[in-house]
């Protein structure tokens, strides 16, 4: 039934596809679609506004029109589908951003859960055939060098993009894999040192690539090759909250529980804040 009452508005001019609303929407309410934050439906947004907070550039409110009544079992149908859990009964949904941003991280350290929903079947070849994408080990330099010499590169694989890795690479499997925001990998002045030696690295930018596509691949990964650890790495700016969308909606997809952890850089390509599974 249409009634007239409180619901979400969206300035798409505003907008920066950043994430961080849909992070802040415990009932699944908003999606990314083409770099926009959208409402998927009337029926799920309560009308409430705990999106509107974190968007750091005003491009939502609440207003009043004719919309559909809120439905609390469409909600619940919803974040099934999207593989999140369910709060008890009489409590609001838990926000995402919380189980799997930079507080989250501590909490799955009991180990793997068991994935459901993503069969680990074997990852055709890219259709492209370019030697380029080629899986291979590589062999970093025994130790980073002295501040008189030249650092030796500590990259332990290749390919490197998200949408070039193979799900079945063996430097995938158990591995502590790094969720590399492109622009964080040119801004990081001491990558290789500092995170590099002994893990495994999938770059992807949140704001120009395809967000479904990388949620897609990167829950395959998680599915088969099960990595001990996930950690995003990312920039200040409000863009690049995307990926941990992205890593979210993987997770819940791929239905696995590594180690979280984060790490954000600033543009002068300081550390502002760092949550390391391995520290």
Same mark, same amino acid.
């Given at each position: 039934?249409?009634?007239?009452?409180?619901?979400?508005?969206?300035?798409?001019?505003?907008?920066?596809?950043?994430?961080?609303?849909?992070?802040?929407?415990?009932?699944?309410?908003?999606?990314?679609?083409?770099?926009?934050?959208?409402?998927?439906?009337?029926?799920?947004?309560?009308?409430?506004?705990?999106?509107?907070?974190?968007?750091?550039?005003?491009?939502?409110?609440?207003?009043?029109?004719?919309?559909?009544?809120?439905?609390?079992?469409?909600?619940?149908?919803?974040?099934?589908?999207?593989?999140?859990?369910?709060?008890?009964?009489?409590?609001?949904?838990?926000?995402?951003?919380?189980?799997?941003?930079?507080?989250?991280?501590?909490?799955?350290?009991?180990?793997?859960?068991?994935?459901?929903?993503?069969?680990?079947?074997?990852?055709?070849?890219?259709?492209?055939?370019?030697?380029?994408?080629?899986?291979?080990? +590589?062999?970093?330099? #025994?130790?980073? *060098?002295? =501040?008189?010499?030249?650092?030796?590169? $500590? &990259? %332990?694989?290749?390919?490197?993009?998200?949408?070039?890795?193979?799900?079945?690479?063996?430097?995938?499997?158990?591995?502590?894999?790094?969720?590399?925001?492109?622009?964080?990998?040119?801004?990081?002045?001491?990558?290789?040192?500092?995170?590099?030696?002994?893990?495994?690295?999938?770059?992807?930018?949140?704001?120009?690539?395809?967000?479904?596509?990388?949620?897609?691949?990167?829950?395959?990964?998680?599915?088969?090759?099960?990595?001990?650890?996930?950690?995003?790495?990312?920039?200040?700016?409000?863009?690049?909250?995307? +990926?941990?969308?992205? #890593?979210?909606? *993987?997770? =819940?997809?791929?239905?696995?529980?590594? $180690? &979280? %952890?984060?790490?954000?850089?600033?543009?002068?390509?300081?550390?502002?804040?760092?949550?390391?599974?391995?520290?």
């Amino acid at each position: 039934m249409r009634k007239l009452r409180n619901i979400i508005q969206i300035d798409e001019e505003k907008c920066t596809g950043c994430g961080q609303c849909i992070l802040d929407c415990a009932e699944g309410a908003l999606q990314l679609v083409d770099g926009k934050a959208k409402l998927v439906g009337e029926i799920f947004c309560d009308g409430l506004g705990a999106c509107l907070s974190g968007c750091p550039t005003g491009a939502l409110q609440v207003i009043q029109r004719e919309a559909d009544d809120f439905d609390e079992k469409a909600v619940e149908d919803l974040l099934r589908s999207q593989g999140r859990e369910l709060p008890p009964t009489g409590q609001q949904p838990q926000h995402s951003h919380h189980e799997h941003g930079h507080h989250g991280h501590h909490g799955h350290e009991h180990g793997h859960g068991h994935h459901h929903g993503l069969a680990a079947a074997p990852q055709p070849a890219l259709a492209c055939g370019c030697p380029g994408s080629a899986a291979m080990s +590589l062999a970093p330099g #025994a130790a980073p *060098a002295t =501040a008189s010499g030249l650092a030796a590169s $500590q &990259l %332990g694989h290749w390919p490197i993009k998200l949408q070039l890795l193979n799900p079945q690479a063996p430097f995938l499997k158990n591995a502590d894999l790094l969720l590399l925001a492109d622009c964080a990998g040119a801004s990081l002045p001491d990558l290789h040192g500092r995170l590099l030696r002994g893990r495994a690295i999938a770059l992807a930018c949140p704001k120009l690539d395809d967000a479904q596509a990388h949620i897609d691949k990167l829950a395959q990964v998680l599915a088969t090759a099960q990595p001990r650890s996930l950690t995003t790495v990312i920039m200040e700016v409000p863009c690049c909250r995307g +990926l941990e969308y992205i #890593a979210q909606q *993987a997770l =819940a997809k791929a239905g696995v529980q590594p $180690q &979280l %952890g984060s790490l954000v850089v600033a543009r002068d390509g300081r550390v502002l804040e760092s949550h390391l599974p391995w520290e």
